[in-house]
C-alpha cells in the first residue's frame, strides 16, 4: 500500500522585505503538491510595504505577526502555528530551486530515522552572476549519526555546485 506523501509547512521569517519576498513566496508555492502544504510568513515587525506583498497572496499563505524578535523567534512562532508533518525553512531573500522540496519530502518518507537534511546552496547576483565560491555540501543526519554526502545527495534539490 501506498502511504500519502508527508505535507510540509514552510516557514518564510521576513522583516522589511518587500521587493524580495515575491521570489521567496513564488519559489516555494510552486513546489507544493500536496493538498496540506502550507506556506507560512511570518512578519517580524516589519514598517515596509511587506503588508501589501503579502495581501497578494491572501488565500494561498498564512499570515501571522510577529513582533520585532529577530529570525530565530519568527522562526519559532512559524513552527508553533505549522500544521505539516514536517517543516521547512526559506529566508526571505532566498528562492528555492526547482524540485528542491519534492526531493527533500522523497528522502524523510523513505528514510524515518532521518531527522532533517537541507541541500546545496549558491549564491548569485541580481544578475545571475556568481560571486566566487560559495556553495555547502549537503548534510543528512539520522538519530545518532551525522554525515556528509558529496555535492548531489539530495538530487542537488538547492542549487548546483559552484566551481
Given at each position: 500500500m501506498c502511504k500519502p506523501p508527508l505535507s510540509v509547512s514552510v516557514v518564510i521569517p521576513t522583516h522589511n522585505r518587500a521587493p524580495l519576498l515575491p521570489r521567496a513566496i513564488k519559489s516555494?508555492?510552486?513546489q507544493f503538491e500536496h493538498h496540506d502544504d502550507e506556506l507560512i510568513v511570518v512578519d517580524?515587525?516589519?514598517?515596509?510595504?511587506?503588508?501589501?506583498?503579502?495581501?497578494?497572496?491572501?488565500?494561498?499563505?498564512?499570515?501571522?505577526?510577529?513582533?520585532?524578535?529577530?529570525a530565530g523567534k519568527a522562526r519559532n512562532l512559524?513552527?508553533?502555528?505549522?500544521?505539516?508533518?514536517?517543516?521547512?525553512?526559506?529566508?526571505?531573500?532566498?528562492?528555492?530551486?526547482?524540485?528542491?522540496?519534492?526531493?527533500q519530502r522523497a528522502l524523510m518518507?523513505?528514510?524515518?530515522?532521518?531527522?532533517?537534511?537541507?541541500?546545496?546552496m549558491a549564491c548569485t547576483f541580481v544578475d545571475g552572476s556568481i560571486p566566487g565560491r560559495c556553495a555547502?555540501?549537503?548534510v543528512v543526519s539520522g538519530p545518532s549519526q551525522g554525515y556528509t554526502k558529496e555535492?548531489?545527495?539530495?538530487?542537488?534539490?538547492?542549487?548546483?555546485?559552484?566551481?
Open positions: 516555494a508555492l510552486v517580524d515587525g516589519s514598517t515596509d510595504d511587506t503588508a501589501v506583498v503579502l495581501q497578494k497572496y491572501a488565500g494561498r499563505i498564512r499570515i501571522v505577526q510577529g513582533g520585532e524578535g529577530g512559524g513552527i508553533s502555528v505549522a500544521q505539516g508533518d514536517l517543516v521547512a525553512f526559506l529566508d526571505s531573500d532566498d528562492e528555492w530551486m526547482p524540485g528542491k522540496l519534492a526531493a518518507q523513505r528514510r524515518k530515522d532521518i531527522l532533517f537534511a537541507f541541500g546545496n555547502r555540501q549537503a555535492s548531489g545527495a539530495l538530487g542537488s534539490p538547492s542549487a548546483p555546485p559552484v566551481s
